[in-house]
Structure formats: structure tokens, C-alpha cells
């Protein structure tokens, strides 16, 4: 059980290997930094995010840098770009549940959901 997320590159049908992510736990306005790390080569954080132990109810936020991935990949964006960071905000209900939050994005678009 625990947190995971994974980012699939939807303009070339691939792994989003190499972007850098945040987690914050929030509460109210504010947020605390808890981690950062870059993706792998299959776009997955290493190992969860947080186990089950670290894992309360409450609510949380992703950050990744699209811009910079897309950038660090050749891809020529327009100044500014479109998506500069997607930021997904999203709650835990029961910290005894797995909870897997993947990011599908392409410089102009992205789409998340719950997954297992």
C-alpha cells in the first residue's frame, strides 16, 4: 500500500523519463515540501512515495515540470509555453488503500486519474 505515481509521454507514445517531481502535503494555503525526485526510464517514481506508514488522511499535491521535460527532449515549444508545471491536488481517504496517481501529458494537454 502507500503513494506511487508514473508520467507517460503522450507526444511520443512513451515514458516520461527524466522529469522532475515534487509531493507536498497541504493543508488550507499551505504546503510543505516533502520529496523530490526525477522519474526513471519507465516514468515511475522509484519505489512509492510514501509507504503506508508515512501515509495520513488528508490532502496532497504533485507537481511535475512538463516545460522542462519537453525542453530536455528537443521538443521546440513556443514562448511561453502552454503548460509550464501540472500541479495535481488530491486527498487520501484511507491511507490503508494503495493510492496511484499517473500523468498523461503532452506539452498542450494532460489527463490523471486513480489508478491501482
Do not use: A, P
Given at each position: 500500500?502507500?503513494?506511487s505515481t508514473h508520467v507517460l509521454d503522450t507526444m511520443h507514445g512513451r515514458p516520461a523519463a527524466g522529469m522532475a517531481?515534487?509531493?507536498y502535503a497541504t493543508q488550507g494555503g499551505e504546503s510543505t515540501l516533502i520529496k523530490r525526485f526525477v522519474t526513471n526510464a519507465d516514468g515511475?517514481?522509484?519505489g512509492l512515495l510514501?509507504?503506508?506508514a508515512s501515509l495520513h488522511v488528508g490532502t496532497y499535491r504533485l507537481t511535475f515540470d512538463v516545460?522542462?521535460?519537453f525542453k530536455a527532449h528537443g521538443v521546440t515549444l513556443p514562448t511561453p509555453?502552454?503548460?509550464h508545471r501540472v500541479s495535481l491536488d488530491f486527498g487520501i481517504a484511507d491511507p490503508g488503500?494503495?493510492?496511484h496517481v499517473p500523468l498523461l501529458v503532452s506539452p498542450w494537454s494532460y489527463s490523471t486519474y486513480r489508478g491501482s
Open positions: 500500500m502507500g503513494l517531481v515534487e509531493l515511475r517514481s522509484e510514501l509507504d503506508t516545460e522542462g521535460y509555453n502552454f503548460l488503500q494503495h493510492y
